[in-house]
């Protein structure tokens, strides 16, 4: 049974890697500049 879970972690840890890092590409929080002011001028 333990040797079960070790797969199924091995399994799932890369899974949620894989789907978070697309959830933020996908969202825009992924495209290197930072939130906030990114696009806004000082004046």
């Given at each position: 049974?333990?040797?079960f879970t070790w797969?199924?972690?091995i399994g799932v840890a890369p899974g949620?890697?894989?789907i978070n890092?697309?959830?933020l590409e996908a969202s825009g929080?992924?495209?290197g500049?930072?939130?906030g002011n990114a696009g806004k001028r000082r004046s």
């Amino acid at each position: 049974m333990g040797y079960f879970t070790w797969i199924a972690g091995i399994g799932v840890a890369p899974g949620f890697g894989v789907i978070n890092a697309m959830w933020l590409e996908a969202s825009g929080h992924g495209k290197g500049t930072p939130q906030g002011n990114a696009g806004k001028r000082r004046s």
